[in-house]
């Protein structure tokens, strides 16, 4: 056991501000994908409620579509495939591209849900009261859908945050791959690998429990 | 006295909360009594007690002689209770039937797993029991798509299906819609007239009175008055009682 | 634009990666839902502190941290032990023990919903509490976690083109190697996703069904 920890005794010194950095960059690249997902998202939801039957179409085919497809097809394609035809991303702005473009999908799903839990009578009991539309929206809606939708929407940025780690395959310089170039330099995969783990757990799971902590008393 | 069960000194407690405080009273073979008293007055966790679904705190059950949930001066497991149970046929104010089981199977299961009958046998026995409760017509439908007052029914037929020396009801009645109320009565009043021994818990004291031999009124965790049906009824002693029923009739 | 015989080129190409990815797919669906059954049991049924502890710890070690880090630690971390698994078997391996997380979370969900008088007509009829749990509660429970692990099983046909990263050689590996003889990338992984897209269509497909099925059931 010594043995096996002994090398973050001697390295962990050199270790910690590499991987420090690395979760500073999977922090930036999480937080950028997880903003433009709720943009994308909320941009999608506008297209399921709107009347036109194109728009309705689309965001039905979207949404199946990045549902089946694997992120790392969807990076790839963004990121080796696309310029063949001409666009051409930075590492970075792709990762961030591919994220949003999947999970905006997963969070119009959260807000659609989330308006659906909302009984009808709210909107009917405000519309009632003399509030415009657009009021009932804003002061009676959105505040009880967001309470619903809070705990999941963590959730959804936990799941992203995990697969912020593919961008390593398409060079992003987080933290596993940050991991590997340390791996093959210091020959110790398997403590680097889990201290990379605990990095991503350190960053995760604080979010995990508060997201259960927000659904515990909806769930009563 | 022969008395089929007997309770005695029934103490139980929820935290600090004492509700039940020191309960004794004894049924005869072919008894049937009625519990009836203001929410909250421990009326219900009295009657889960006898099977031990709440662990009294203190006090002591016998069934036809035998030591209720206790073994050697040890609490017994659920394990070991199943048996003890099996001797008791309860009936829950929310009918809890399982979803996932027919009608049929609902009354049988018990059978082929506590007792070991086959397949067959445990069929034709749960078509006789719910032919007690008609609901024959509904033998193979899915719980779900019952009315509240089929529900309860079959819940009865299950009940009935464990051969019990006694069948406790906990309000069976309170969670029906007013109309639906009327055909589950009617079937306990059958077998009231079948001679089975029974303690039921309700609100129904009208029926209470029709059906039972005699019944007790329970407040405060205490039982305050007790004698035959018509007597506590019509002609009740106590004040508690009285200002009870009167409520009751508004 | 490419020629037809190209896209066919690259689609046989991808298909011989299909069955390694079918057969990761399936193995660790297999291993997720027995040891995640298992684990939702002992924790809702037992009530051994250290064992619920453990169990605790399992599922958040393995949901909070990313598949591709759980397979690097299988693959090359265990291999410097000495220990050294083939591509596939650490694939099946790491999705199976990752799924375990996920499905002890669906099933526990699912035993939590039922209500209490579930248990209590189990035991007033005689059952015994392990009778019970077999015959009444856990029965109910899958039926409940259906919906959730029909959407398990489509995150896990996605998530097999992770393991092209210790190079077990499913569809998303033969894309990648594909990729370096030729210059047809965009092509090659589009047709890559779409082959994902098929296999999840019918899944996807039946999660919707089980929705709106159990959907009806609660009312």
Redesign the interface.
């Given at each position: 056991m010594t043995g096996f920890l002994q090398p973050y005794f001697e390295y962990g010194g050199e270790w910690w501000p590499l991987l420090a950095e690395a979760m500073l960059n999977t922090a930036l690249l999480s937080v950028a994908g997880f903003f433009l997902s709720v943009v994308l998202g909320l941009a999608l939801l506008l297209c399921q409620m709107s009347g036109s039957a194109v728009l309705r179409g689309f965001a039905a085919l979207y949404v199946?579509?990045v549902?089946?497809?694997?992120?790392?097809?969807?990076l790839?394609?963004l990121y080796?495939?696309?310029?063949?035809?001409g666009i051409t991303f930075n590492a970075f702005t792709a990762a961030v591209l591919g994220l949003s473009l999947c999970f905006a999908a997963q969070v119009s799903e959260l807000f659609r849900a989330g308006l659906k839990a909302i009984p009808k009578g709210q909107r009917e009991a405000a519309l009632a009261a003399g509030f415009t539309p657009a009021q009932c929206f804003t002061f009676v809606i959105l505040p009880q859908v967001v309470r619903v939708i809070l705990s999941p929407m963590i959730v959804t940025f936990?799941s992203l945050l995990?697969?912020?780690?593919?961008a390593?395959?398409i060079t992003v310089n987080e933290?596993?791959l940050t991991?590997?170039a340390m791996?093959t330099e210091y020959?110790?995969?398997?403590?680097i690998?889990?201290a990379?783990?605990?990095c991503?757990?350190m960053i995760?799971?604080p979010f995990?429990v508060l997201s259960r902590r927000l659904a515990a008393p909806a769930a009563r | 006295m022969d008395a089929l069960l007997s309770v005695a000194g029934l103490r139980k407690s929820f935290g600090s909360v004492e509700v039940l405080k020191g309960i004794d009273f004894s049924v005869k073979a072919g008894e049937k009594i009625a519990l009836i008293g203001p929410s909250g007055s421990g009326k219900s966790t009295c009657l889960r007690c006898m099977n031990f679904l709440e662990t009294p705190t203190a006090g002591e059950i016998l069934l036809d002689g035998e030591r209720i949930g206790m073994r050697n001066g040890r609490m017994m497991s659920d394990r070991q209770l199943a048996p003890q149970r099996a001797e008791m046929g309860m009936v829950f104010q929310l009918f809890n039937l399982w979803p996932h089981l027919t009608v049929t199977e609902n009354v049988a299961i018990a059978a082929r797993k506590v007792r070991g009958l086959a397949y067959k046998e445990a069929r034709e026995l749960a078509l006789d029991m719910l032919a007690k409760v008609h609901m024959t017509h509904r033998a193979d439908a899915s719980p779900l798509e019952l009315s509240g007052g089929q529900q309860q029914r079959v819940a009865i037929a299950r009940a009935l299906a464990q051969k019990p020396k006694l069948m406790l009801f906990d309000e069976p009645t309170s969670a029906l819609d007013p109309e639906l109320v009327c055909e589950v009565l009617n079937v306990i009043e059958e077998l009231a007239g079948e001679g089975r021994t029974m303690l039921l818990v309700t609100h129904e004291i009208a029926f209470a009175r029709d059906v039972a031999d005699r019944v007790m009124f329970l407040d405060g965790g205490v039982i305050v008055e007790e004698g035959p049906a018509s007597a506590v009824i019509n002609t009740p002693r106590e004040e508690r009682t009285r200002s009870f029923l009167k409520q009751i009739r508004h | 634009m490419p020629d037809f015989e190209t896209f066919r080129l690259v689609l046989e190409g991808l298909v011989a990666g299909l069955g390694v990815t079918v057969l990761v797919a399936l193995s660790s669906l297999a291993i997720g839902l027995a040891l995640g059954f298992a684990l939702s049991l002992v924790r809702e049924f037992t009530r051994t502190r250290a064992a619920h502890f453990a169990i605790d710890a399992y599922v958040e070690l393995l949901r909070n941290i990313p598949a591709l880090t759980h397979l690097f630690i299988l693959y090359f971390g265990l291999a410097s032990l000495g220990l050294r698994l083939s591509s596939i078997a650490a694939a099946i391996l790491g999705l199976g023990l990752i799924g375990a997380a996920v499905t002890c979370d669906i099933f526990r969900a699912g035993f939590r919903s039922l209500p209490k008088g579930q248990v209590e007509a189990g035991l007033a009829v005689g059952l015994t509490p392990r009778q019970t749990i077999i015959s009444i509660l856990a029965p109910q429970a899958m039926r409940i976690a259906l919906p959730g692990l029909g959407n398990y099983a489509v995150q896990l046909v996605k998530d097999t083109s992770v393991v092209s990263a210790i190079a077990a050689p499913e569809i998303m590996f033969f894309a990648r190697s594909m990729v370096t003889s030729s210059f047809q990338t965009t092509l090659i992984y589009a047709t890559a996703a779409g082959l994902y897209l098929l296999l999840s269509l019918p899944l996807m497909q039946c999660v919707r069904v089980l929705e709106a099925h159990y959907g009806k059931l609660k009312g």
């Open positions: 199946t579509t549902r089946g497809v694997p992120l790392l097809a969807i790839f394609l080796f495939g696309l310029p063949g035809v936990v995990k697969d912020s780690s593919l390593s395959l933290l596993v991991g590997r791996a020959f110790l995969p398997l403590q690998y889990i990379v783990g605990l991503y757990f995760g799971w995990s | - | -």
